[in-house]
């Protein structure tokens, strides 16, 4: 491959890449999907294969100038979380749910950064990033379980709104952490190194709200539907850009355009119209993420790694009983809940790629090869886990498990009739 893209110009070069890439998660997903896996881990497992560690299709020159699809991708994906911001259902969840909400995600924050201190003797930097990346969740593992067993109830009730309000805690915790961290590589901390990174994200939530607020008086009644995404991604990518002048991660500020549009709105078509237009986004930001999966470095950090799966996953679990127990919430919940908190992908695997610029190249690249690789493990047990849950809080019945596992897709049934 190296010989033939030698014999190409650079822009030719960029296209055959991009081309390689939309295709290659395309064919692994066929396979995954008979796998019954998630989407997110055959676009990982595409990147690896097509990436330097294996077949090397795609130059290694231009792997390094795609950092950019990082931003574009978590714009996105922070954005279409604040869709579910609504203020009447922040209203509707009430402080028991903000609470069990703080507990799981920062007991497993705080229990990951000290153990990995504790164990292994890394930097508090590492110990601290890991600690605040593992705070995240990933919801659409167990949105699917939900969806597909027809889950209802108090108790899925309460894991929806738990799991909305879990990202913001996690880019909130997330931006203190880096404010400290990058405070400290100068040797000390001192209040103005704190607060000036968290004034920068400040303002960065100011112009999200404005943003939103822009949105809503630019997309009037008349407007086409083209002319519709055209100026949302315009904003988006402006916001984007202004969080990378002002050094702060676009997710918090994306999130809150979002929300803001939607409180404004409630236009749901916009949010709909997005999905539609950014598959082939998020589809190369998990293959990116795949190829820079660094396979030398999984057995550096196999050991860490494998302490961070399963001690992330105590955290959410030990975070909710807690949290249920201050707050006195229904027993199904407080014992179960946790089991369909496992999952994490997309905001964790964003958040990586920023932490590994703060880290020293060796640990920043041992840092993402732990979350890229856990999350591969996180997609591949949380669908279960979600379901097992479901099960043991009565939110579905057992004929209703056999029910649609006996179910086959009409296309199949002629087959086999």
Not at 51 to 60: L, R, T, Y
Not at 334 to 356: C, H, S, T
Request: proline content about 4%.
């Amino acid at each position: 491959m190296s010989f033939l893209y030698a014999q190409m110009e650079e822009s030719t070069a960029v296209l055959c890449s991009l081309s390689i890439i939309l295709f290659a998660g395309f064919v692994v997903t066929r396979l995954t999907k008979r796998l019954h896996l998630p989407n997110v881990t055959g676009y990982i497992i595409a990147g690896v294969l097509i990436g330097p560690c294996c077949f090397q299709m795609v130059p290694k020159g231009i792997l390094e100038h795609m950092g950019f699809m990082s931003d574009i991708a978590l714009a996105f994906i922070a954005f279409g979380v604040g869709k579910f911001f609504k203020k009447e259902i922040l209203i509707e969840a009430g402080a028991k749910v903000m609470v069990v909400t703080l507990f799981e995600a920062l007991t497993a924050g705080a229990l990951v950064a000290v153990s990995m201190k504790a164990i292994f003797h890394i930097g508090w930097d590492f110990a601290l990033i890991l600690g605040a990346i593992a705070t995240a969740t990933a919801p659409a593992s167990t949105m699917m379980t939900i969806q597909q067993y027809h889950a209802k109830g108090e108790y899925v009730n309460t894991l929806l709104q738990v799991v909305a309000l879990d990202d913001v805690v996690c880019l909130l915790t997330f931006s203190v952490v880096v404010a400290v961290v990058n405070a400290g590589n100068d040797g000390h901390i001192s209040a103005y190194d704190v607060v000036v990174p968290l004034m920068s994200n400040g303002m960065g939530i100011l112009l999200g709200a404005a943003s939103g607020l822009g949105l809503s008086k630019l997309l009037t009644p008349d407007r086409s539907k083209d002319n519709r995404l055209i100026l949302s991604v315009a904003l988006l990518l402006a916001l984007s850009a202004v969080c990378a002048v002002l050094g702060v991660s676009p997710l918090l500020s994306c999130m809150v355009f979002g929300a803001v549009y939607m409180n404004l709105t409630d236009d749901r078509k916009l949010f709909k119209q997005i999905n539609r237009f950014t598959p082939p986004i998020m589809s190369m930001f998990f293959i990116i993420s795949g190829m820079n999966l660094d396979l030398g470095a999984i057995h550096t950090a196999g050991v860490v790694g494998l302490s961070y799966f399963f001690i992330r996953i105590a955290g959410k679990y030990a975070g909710v009983y807690l949290g249920c127990a201050v707050t006195k919430m229904p027993v199904n919940i407080k014992k179960y809940m946790g089991l369909a908190l496992i999952p994490q992908a997309g905001v964790a695997i964003g958040l990586a790629f920023l932490g590994q610029r703060l880290l020293p190249e060796e640990m920043g690249d041992v840092l993402l090869t732990i979350i890229l690789s856990s999350s591969v493990l996180y997609e591949l047990v949380g669908p279960a886990c979600a379901k097992a849950s479901f099960f043991l809080s009565g939110s579905i019945k057992r004929e209703t498990i056999e029910s649609v596992n006996r179910y086959q897709p009409p296309q199949l049934k002629k087959r086999l009739g």
